[in-house]
């Protein structure tokens, strides 16, 4: 032990010659951590020189990558995780801790930030996938309370995009002479336009199954037209001279044919269907209100929704960094500093006796003090240390 024999010349002019007292393996982390720093402005200190976290968003899939720094830093590579578990070829078979080359043959020339930078650009190119199961989630349960992933797209996808409606509408019937001239021109059946409601203009057009003469209207039922006789009585009773007059004369066929049955009940069928139009174009005016303020809840509710679920990420993720922070692994490496740190006073105790600065009863006192903390830290972390290599064989890492 280095407090049993004083300091060399050369050891204490060079401890002497080093900024702050520090070793030059310590000066050597320090740079290393800087690097980090300076490569990563985003990057968070959990415990200075021990822990940091960085997290980076790839294809709206947020991680977050933790980097350890061991005791014997950076004599000894430094453990770099991300969470949640991802698959990638850098990863292990968890999908927690990093494997690549670049990690695994650290040494104390390395640079970190520029290793770092490198996993990142590795993850830009081949970017990773969530791992199936999560074994390291930090809930008790895989899925808490049998939650749904949120949907990953803003706006409101659910709902159509509602067409402006205009302030005053007229609601026009046509003419009975409109609807005889129309009547008297040939047939010609149009395709009618697709509204353009929202979801309503994506879906196919009904196939007819009816005759093509039958004028399907949109409620589904169909309207029979009259039957044609074979005779009309009606010109039995005319003249030759009347039908050669209505025959050359088209306002007078015109009006014979106006005087028809079946004619009549088509123009009475038609004025039926327009007042029944007309009435249900005012009973949905009148729904239209009541339908805007449940559209305008909707929207309401969603908003509460997202803002609901920024906050549950928010917390999620700072229970996922105490849950880290308390873990077997970080308070292992937290007992390893803190027993390296007790050993470090202790032996500067024993040098400062050893160089007549302090009494013999203060040296005892506060040496065996140090000493014992220094001890039992590390059967504590000894411990910890095989309660985790036992709880690795039966279960998931800690």
């Not at 968003?57 to 995780?81: D, R």
């Not at 470090?344 to 040098?351: L, M």
């Amino acid at each position: 032990m280095s407090w049993l024999f004083p300091l060399t010349k050369s050891a204490s002019s060079s401890a002497a010659g080093s900024p702050g007292g520090l070793t030059s393996l310590q000066q050597q982390k320090q740079r290393l951590i800087e690097s980090l720093r300076n490569s990563h402005t985003s990057i968070a200190e959990i415990q200075k020189d021990v822990e940091y976290r960085l997290p980076f968003t790839i294809n709206n899939l947020t991680i977050n990558m933790n980097i350890l720094l061991p005791p014997q830093f950076p004599q000894e590579k430094p453990v770099i995780s991300v969470y949640p578990p991802i698959r990638h070829h850098l990863m292990d078979k968890q999908g927690i801790y990093v494997t690549s080359p670049l990690v695994n043959n650290f040494t104390m020339h390395s640079d970190l930030g520029k290793i770092v930078q490198s996993l990142l650009d590795e993850f830009w190119k081949t970017p990773p996938v969530l791992a199936p199961t999560s074994t390291a989630f930090p809930y008790l349960y895989n899925n808490p309370g049998g939650m749904p992933p949120y949907a990953t797209s803003q706006g409101f996808p659910f709902l159509p995009p509602f067409p402006p409606q205009e302030a005053n509408r007229n609601i026009t019937s046509l003419s009975v002479a409109d609807t005889v001239s129309s009547s008297t021109t040939s047939f010609t059946t149009t395709k009618p336009a697709a509204p353009s409601f929202g979801v309503l203009s994506s879906l196919p057009l009904p196939v007819p199954t009816t005759d093509a003469s039958a004028l399907t209207s949109q409620n589904g039922f169909g309207y029979k037209m009259p039957d044609v006789p074979d005779a009309f009585p009606e010109l039995s009773e005319l003249s030759v001279s009347q039908l050669t007059d209505m025959n050359e004369q088209e306002e007078i066929l015109l009006e014979q044919f106006l005087t028809l049955p079946q004619l009549k009940k088509i123009i009475t069928d038609k004025d039926d269907l327009v007042k029944s139009i007309e009435e249900l174009a005012r009973k949905n005016l009148l729904l239209e209100p009541s339908l805007e303020a449940k559209r305008q809840t909707v929207l309401d509710k969603y908003e509460l929704l997202t803002q609901m679920k920024s906050a549950f990420e928010k917390k999620m993720q700072r229970q996922h960094e105490l849950s880290e922070s308390c873990s077997a692994s970080a308070l292992q490496a937290r007992l390893k500093v803190a027993a390296h740190e007790a050993e470090e006073e202790s032996d500067n105790i024993a040098e400062d006796f050893l160089e007549g600065k302090t009494e013999i009863d203060d040296f005892l006192s506060s040496f065996m003090e140090k000493r014992t903390i220094c001890h039992c830290r590390r059967a504590k972390e000894e411990k910890l240390q095989q309660a985790i290599a036992m709880h690795s064989q039966f279960h998931a890492p800690l």
